[in-house]
C-alpha cells in the first residue's frame, strides 16, 4: 500500500510559498472556523497555527463525531450496555467519553461485553457469529460515516440478522453550520468546510447555507498544504470582499458528491431533529431510521425512554465548539479536565479540540 | 503433535512437566548451565558492574507478520540490556501457559527464542513453566529477565543528554506496532508490513567499541519515540527538538497511519534505538549504525537544547512548531 497524494500535499516548500502569500494579503483580523475535527488534528500536527500571522484566529468548530453526541446518547450506549445478553460495539473513541455516571470503557472493565469495531460490518459480523446474544452497533458520525452503516443495516435485513441493531445518533453537517450562524455572539469571518463530508455530500450540499449567509467558505483536503490554501482563498475572499464558495478539494469532491453512499443514506436514514452536545436542539440535524427499518433499533427493541442528563457542570465544550470559546478559556481545562481525567468529550476524541490543545501547544 | 495441547499436568512439576523440559526446551535452547537442571544456573562472571533488566510479554496476537511472542521475548530484554550500554550474556524465560495451549504453537515459540538468543550471542541459562486453567491467561505469557556486563568507563543514561546533542534513530518508525495491529481479529488489511523485532546489541557494542561519545540509548517501544524522547527530556532536564521531515517511516506504515488516525510518533517499535551523541561524534556514529544489518535507515532526527526542560517539540515539514506530549492512554482509531 503505498499513498498517493499526500507527499505533494505536504512539500514544505510549496507550503512555504503559500504562507509567505498570506503574510502579503492579510490585513484584516479574521476568525475562521475548522469545521472538521480532522482538520483540527491536522492543523495541530502540521503546526500551522504557529506559520500563521496575528491577525488570524482559527476556531474549531462542531465537526467531531464524538464531541458532538449529546450527553442523552452517551448514558443510553451506557445503559444499553447494561441489558442481559447484549455485546455493545463502537467506534474506539466513544470507550472513553463519560456519561453522567460512568463509561463504556468503565462499564467494560464492570465486565459489560463493550468491543471496538473499525466499521459497521464487524459489529454486523460479530451477529452472523453470535445468535445468542443482541449485538448493538453505537451510531455515531457525519455524511462520512452514515452510507456504512445503513449499508451495514441493508446487509443484516437481507440476510436476515436479527439480532443485530443500532442506536442512531448520526448527525448531518451543513444544518449545524446554519444553526452557528443564528447563534447570539457568533463572530465567524468563513468557514473551512470538511473534506469528507464533502466527498460525500458535494459541494451542491452547502449551497443554501451560503446563499443566506453570504459567508466565506471554501472546502479543503487534510494535508497542510491543501488546508494552507483554503486559508489563504478564505482571506482573499475577505480581503476583496467577495464571499464565495469555493472547493479547493477537487480531487476528491464534486457538485454533486456521491450519489450511491446519498441513495444508500436516504433508503434507510431520513433525517430528524437531533440535540448537539453543547448546543442544543437543532432541526433536521439527526439521522433517523425509516419506519421499515425500526427493527434495528435499540431503542425501540429494549423499549427505553428517553434519557435526559444534563451535562456537565462547568464544562465549555458547547461554547468552544460554536467557536465562542478557545479551550484555555474552560475553568475545568488542565485542571479538573486532561486526556487522563476528561470531563468533556472535547478532551477525549482524538479530533476534540481540547485534547488537541492540549496534545500540541 | 499438530492437535496435542498443553494440560494442566505439564506445569505440576510431575513427570509430564519434565517431559516437557527434557524433550522439547532444553534440546532447543541447549547450554551447559541449563543442562545440570539445578534450581538456579551458576554463572562466572569477571568482577565489575553488571545489567540486569526484566520484562513480561502479553502480546495479542501472538503470532504476526514477521514474529511472534517469542522473537519479541528475548529480543526485548537484549535490548533493554544493551541500551545500558552493556554486554548481555544470559536469559531467563519464564512461561505461563494457558491450558488447551496447542504444542505445536509453543514449539514455533520456543524455536523462535532460541534462535533469537543464539543469534545474538545470548544463552537462555534458567526458567519456569507454569500451566492455568482455560480462560485464567490468553494462550501464553513469557517472562524473560537478562544480565549484561557493562564496559569500564561506559556511563550511557537517560539523564546523560546535553544540549547539542545529536539524535540518532536507527530505523523506520512504527513497523511493529502496525504489522501487530494489521494481524488483530477484525482488521483486515493486507499489506506487508513486519515486525522490526531485532536484538541490537551488536549495534550498540560496535558504537561503544567505536569509542563515539554516546550519552544516551533508548529504545522506543511502548508509546513509540515521542514518548521515549519525552522521557529522556524529564530525566535530563533539557529541550528537545525534532525534525518531521527527518523521521524515517515507510510508505504502507503511513498509509495505515493516515487510515486509521494513528501517529507514528506513539505507535511501538521492538528493533530500533535512539542515540544521543556529541556533535562532534554524530556523522561516525550514524555511518557506523547504517552499516549495521538493521540500520540502513539511520537518521539524524533532531538535537537537544537549552530551551524548554522537559519538553519535545517538532518543527513541522511546513516550518511550523508543535509540541510532542506523553501518550495518553492507548491510541484508538478514529471515526472518520
Known amino acids: ?361 | 503433535m499438530n492437535t496435542e495441547k498443553i494440560l494442566l499436568d505439564h506445569g505440576s512439576g510431575g513427570k509430564i512437566s519434565h517431559a516437557l523440559f527434557a524433550d522439547l526446551i532444553l534440546p532447543l535452547f541447549d547450554n551447559p548451565e541449563l543442562s545440570c537442571q539445578d534450581d538456579g544456573a551458576i554463572l562466572d562472571f569477571e568482577p565489575g558492574r553488571l545489567a540486569f533488566s526484566t520484562d513480561s510479554y502479553v502480546v495479542d496476537p501472538i503470532f504476526f507478520p514477521g514474529g511472534n511472542i517469542g522473537d519479541l521475548a528475548v529480543n526485548g530484554t537484549i535490548n533493554d540490556i544493551a541500551m545500558c550500554g552493556a554486554v548481555p550474556k544470559v536469559i531467563s524465560a519464564g512461561l505461563i501457559l494457558e491450558e488447551g495451549f496447542l504444542l505445536k504453537d509453543l514449539k514455533i515459540i520456543l524455536e523462535s527464542m532460541a534462535s533469537g538468543a543464539k543469534k545474538a550471542g545470548v544463552k537462555i541459562v534458567t526458567g519456569d513453566t507454569k500451566v492455568v486453567p482455560k480462560g485464567k491467561a490468553d494462550k501464553i505469557f513469557i517472562n524473560t529477565s537478562g544480565i549484561g556486563i557493562l564496559p569500564s568507563g561506559i556511563h550511557v543514561s537517560g539523564n546523560n543528554a546535553k544540549p547539542g546533542d545529536q539524535i540518532i534513530l536507527s530505523g523506520t518508525l512504527a513497523d511493529h506496532g502496525i504489522a501487530v495491529l494489521t494481524a488483530r481479529e477484525g482488521l483486515s488489511f493486507e499489506s506487508d508490513i513486519q515486525t522490526d523485532s531485532a536484538a541490537l546489541n551488536t549495534m550498540t557494542r560496535q558504537i561503544i567499541e567505536s569509542g563515539c561519545d554516546v550519552h544516551v540509548f533508548r529504545d522506543p517501544t511502548r508509546g513509540g519515540l515521542g514518548t521515549t524522547l519525552n522521557e529522556i527530556a524529564v530525566q535530563s532536564k533539557v529541550g528537545i527538538k525534532i525534525y518531521e521531515p527527518s523521521l524515517p517511516i515507510k510508505g504502507s506504515v503511513q498509509g495505515v497511519c493516515e487510515l486509521l488516525g494513528f501517529d507514528p510518533l506513539y505507535i511501538a517499535n521492538e528493533g530500533k534505538l535512539i542515540c544521543f551523541t556529541s556533535k562532534q561524534d554524530a556523522q561516525k556514529t550514524l555511518e557506523i549504525i547504517q552499516k549495521n544489518e538493521f540500520g540502513k535507515d539511520a537518521a539524524i532526527i533532531g538535537e537537544v537544547t537549552h530551551t524548554d526542560p522537559g519538553v519535545v517539540l517538532l518543527q513541522t515539514a511546513i516550518g511550523g512548531v508543535r509540541l510532542v506530549d506523553m501518550l495518553t492512554g492507548e491510541q484508538l482509531p478514529r471515526i472518520c
Open chain 1, 1 to 361: 500500500m503505498s499513498l498517493k497524494y499526500v507527499e505533494e500535499f505536504r512539500d514544505g516548500a510549496l507550503a512555504k510559498q503559500i504562507i509567505k502569500k498570506i503574510l502579503a494579503v492579510s490585513k484584516k483580523p479574521l476568525r475562521l472556523m475548522e469545521v472538521c475535527g480532522t482538520h483540527t488534528t491536522s492543523i495541530f500536527r502540521h503546526g500551522i497555527r504557529s506559520v500563521l500571522p496575528k491577525n488570524i484566529t482559527l476556531l474549531s468548530g462542531p465537526g467531531c463525531p464524538v464531541c458532538v453526541t449529546a450527553q442523552k446518547d452517551i448514558d443510553t450506549f451506557i445503559h444499553l450496555c447494561k441489558q442481559d445478553d447484549v455485546i455493545i460495539t463502537t467506534f474506539g473513541d466513544l470507550i472513553r467519553v463519560p456519561g453522567s455516571g460512568s463509561t463504556l470503557g468503565k462499564e467494560k472493565a464492570e465486565g459489560a461485553d463493550v468491543r471496538v469495531v473499525y466499521s459497521v460490518f464487524d459489529a454486523v459480523h460479530i451477529a452472523r457469529e453470535n445468535k445468542d446474544k443482541q449485538v448493538i452497533f453505537c451510531a455515531v458520525g457525519f455524511e462520512t460515516t452514515t452510507p456504512t452503516i445503513a449499508a451495514g443495516i441493508l446487509t443484516a435485513a437481507a440476510e436476515h440478522i436479527r439480532n443485530f441493531c443500532i442506536h442512531p445518533a448520526n448527525k448531518l453537517t451543513p444544518p449545524a453550520l446554519a444553526a452557528l450562524m443564528e447563534t447570539d455572539g457568533i463572530h465567524i469571518d468563513g468557514f473551512i468546510l470538511p473534506g469528507h463530508v464533502s466527498v460525500i455530500t458535494g459541494t451542491h450540499a452547502y449551497k443554501d447555507t451560503f446563499e443566506k449567509y453570504q459567508i466565506p467558505s471554501v472546502i479543503a483536503g487534510f494535508e497542510p498544504v491543501d488546508i494552507l490554501n483554503a486559508i489563504l482563498m478564505l482571506i482573499e475572499q475577505n480581503e476583496h470582499n467577495t464571499p464565495g464558495l469555493q472547493n479547493a478539494y477537487p480531487r476528491a469532491v464534486s457538485d454533486l458528491g456521491n450519489i450511491k453512499a446519498q441513495k444508500i443514506t436516504s433508503q434507510v436514514f431520513e433525517p430528524c431533529d437531533a440535540v448537539w452536545r453543547g448546543i442544543g436542539s437543532i432541526p433536521s440535524s439527526g439521522m433517523a431510521l425509516k419506519k421499515e427499518f425500526h427493527p434495528f433499533n435499540a431503542t425501540k427493541k429494549f423499549n427505553i425512554q428517553a434519557i435526559d442528563t444534563p451535562e456537565p457542570a462547568g464544562c465549555a465544550c458547547g461554547k468552544i465548539l460554536m467557536g465562542l470559546k478557545n479551550p484555555t478559556q474552560c475553568a475545568l481545562y488542565k485542571k479538573k479536565c486532561t486526556p487522563m481525567t476528561p470531563v468533556g468529550p472535547c478532551m477525549v476524541s482524538s479530533e476534540g479540540a481540547c485534547a488537541a490543545f492540549y496534545r500540541y501547544n
